[in-house]
């Protein structure tokens, strides 16, 4: 195994560590070493251990890391940032696989692991007798629900029992963007962000991260449906990326895949869509509309 101590990853061998190095100009090779050179090191701890079992072990308990068991289990090291981070990779990489710490062992022993229900999942599925679609993009349900609950008319003249369901969707929707982006500091974070919108080869430095999406203009609806679709392990497949706020308007206000500011007013968490890809289309009433 391969270490490079400048972004925190782990590789098989020499040779990726070789190809990682040369292809990412901000990596100087002096930074990184081998686990025969240097025993099995925490890179960010800066401390070493006798064996692998021991440094899996150490990165798992320690208050310091927010690690991946199973991915550290199929040789790769995902060591994140935040918490927040962490879930995020969990929820899109291993929707039946462990969190942190898990041995993967399954209750009962019986059967195969029930996949994770997301926000949006559990939001449809409170509704006694609705027919809960999984493989439907998340407007596509809440149209499907306001048939099924027989709620017609524009927003502005909703009853009192359809508002707290729009209310409880984009709640869903603001929970379900932490689970499939992760945190503003975290790179991978940013890096899958890159990937979603058609950035193949992301930059290694957050800074270069935003320079690419501060004139990208996505529908985060969009990015979500992107997630719940396979997303990052789903290679070629990006999301519709609009040439100017107006054209990206049009589209969010006639889909209805919009965001209102009641649902982002106690927002104070870090996730790099929530903070970064939001902004005012206009002012409806006494609610701004945010879109991105």
């Excluded at 009853?159 to 729009?166: G, R």
């Excluded at 890096?191 to 996505?218: F, N, Q, S, Y």
Aim: proline share 3%; net charge positive.
């Amino acid at each position: 195994m391969a270490f490079c101590s400048t972004c925190n990853r782990a590789f098989k061998d020499d040779a990726a560590l070789s190809m990682h190095l040369r292809d990412s100009k901000v990596h100087d090779p002096e930074s990184a070493v081998t686990a025969e050179d240097a025993g099995w090191k925490c890179v960010r701890c800066e401390t070493e251990y006798d064996s692998q079992d021991e440094l899996k072990k150490h990165v798992l308990l320690s208050e310091k890391h927010f690690a991946c068991a199973a991915c550290l289990e199929g040789g790769k090291w995902q060591d994140y940032l935040t918490k927040r981070a962490l879930k995020s990779h969990i929820w899109g990489k291993h929707k039946h696989g462990p969190g942190r710490g898990s041995d993967g062992s399954k209750k009962g022993g019986k059967g195969k692991g029930k996949e994770r229900e997301t926000p949006l999942d559990g939001f449809f599925a409170s509704f006694a007798g609705f027919v809960y679609d999984a493989r439907l993009s998340p407007e596509a349900s809440w149209k499907k629900l306001r048939r099924f609950r027989g709620w017609k008319g524009p927003p502005e003249k909703r009853s009192e029992e359809e508002e707290d369901a729009w209310r409880g969707y984009q709640g869903a929707l603001v929970r379900e963007v932490e689970m499939w982006f992760g945190d503003e500091k975290d790179l991978t974070a940013w890096w899958t962000l890159c990937k979603a919108v058609g950035k193949a080869d992301p930059p290694d430095e957050i800074r270069e991260c935003k320079k690419i999406l501060r004139t990208t203009h996505v529908n985060i609806v969009d990015l979500i449906n992107w997630g719940r679709k396979g997303g990052n392990e789903d290679e070629g497949k990006k999301v519709r990326v609009f040439k100017s706020v107006g054209e990206l308007k049009e589209y969010s206000v006639r889909s209805r895949k919009i965001f209102f500011k009641e649902q982002l007013k106690s927002y104070g968490g870090g996730n790099v869509v929530l903070k970064h890809l939001l902004r005012v289309f206009f002012t409806q009433g006494r609610r701004l509309v945010y879109m991105r």
